[in-house]
């Protein structure tokens, strides 16, 4: 006899908020690519769908109301949830026949395994075992040698690599496509694909009133700053470029008075930055400082404090875009979702190939490829019709990049297509 299940109270609640984020305008698919005409077979039992056991009340999820909602690489989660959705399942890219599928999607949870700190227990099984259960029931199916090659998996977390997974484990990612942290090959697949960082939400973590997409998108007169930027900074190499910008930053202000551009934003008082950089916990080998209106430093508190980020992201013409441990920075994505201009400093392109392909990145990351203020400053002086032509680009593609976007689906299918346009 089958145990009564009860529902969980928190995961019903949040699958209803999930797939009802409020107004929201932007477009479901980009003008300027076609949408493919492609087959989606989604996992449906529990056992390898972790969300149904979980939803069911079979699951302790504390592990994921604590951390993993908010985590800039919780794509799993979100593909989950999509994937699992009446919407999905009711479109024309869902097939319940597996041999049909040009995709079969394997909806567990691999970035919140491979998270260290992460314990979520479901039947009393840890996730070691659930993920062992997994693959012995995926391999047994009868379609599974013939489709091998079009199982996909979602493990974007950084530390989802070949030596958290058992050899059983890996062997079947290894048959697979895997969107991986940034598209990079960490031995767990026969072929990788990028998907987005999971961008804030701001429209719920702001100070400063701005509650719905339209107002997020429509604000220009009420902009403070001309660029913000707000993270912490370590001593590793990785973040050369992240200390050189904060080091030119207490020069700009009087770059700026100096430079005497129109810039063609509305707000002509416009401070010139509010920025914010941290050391690392383990070390204070760089100071704390802040570029504020008056030029002077001053100690901050620079870390994750996400209504200080967002206040300051909704307030801004541009956001400075600056790698840390790696090229990408998760402010690109939300700059992205909420209509900031994106801007970063700097002679190379290093970070676009680590970035989802077939979106226009020459167009939405505004990048200059100096290292000099006053030429960086100089070259943001677009026209008002090409600052005007990149918003709408913005506008077209923020959606499929933006994992808080109608129930997460434009971003599954854009993935989707990627996966399948690389891989086969």
Known sequence: ??????????????VELFNAKGEDNRPRWPKGIKEPDLKVFVYDDPEINWVRMMISGECDTSFIKRYFLTAKHSADLHVALASSSMEFKNSSWYTSDPLEADVLLVPALLSAFSEKESRFTCRGMQKETLLDNLIKKLVVMPHYNVTAKKHMFIADHFAARSDRFTPAVLAVLQRSIVATFEGRDRGIARCTVTPPYVAVDCLTSNSIGINSMSESWGLKAEKKYLFSFRGQIDTLPH?????????VLSNWAKTFQQSNLDLNLTNRKLNLTNVCCSVSEQNNAYLDMCDSATGKMVKCNCKREL?????????SNFVLYVGGDTPVSTRAYDALRHGTFVTRMGKK?????????????????????????????????????ELERRKK?????SAVMDWNAHGSIPALKFLIMNAVQKCG
């Open 393 to 397: 680009l913005m506008y077209e593609y």
């Open 307 to 315: 209504v200080a980020y967002c206040d300051e992201l909704l307030q």
């Open 1 to 14: 006899m089958q145990p009564h299940l009860v529902e969980d109270p928190f995961m019903v609640n949040f």
């Open 349 to 385: 392109d290093v970070h676009s190939q680590f970035m989802p392909a077939n979106v226009p990145w020459k167009d939405l990351i505004i990048h200059p490829r100096t290292r000099y203020p006053r030429t960086f400053i100089k070259t943001l002086a677009l026209s008002a019709d």
């Open 239 to 247: 973040y050369e470029h992240r200390r050189y910008t904060c080091d």
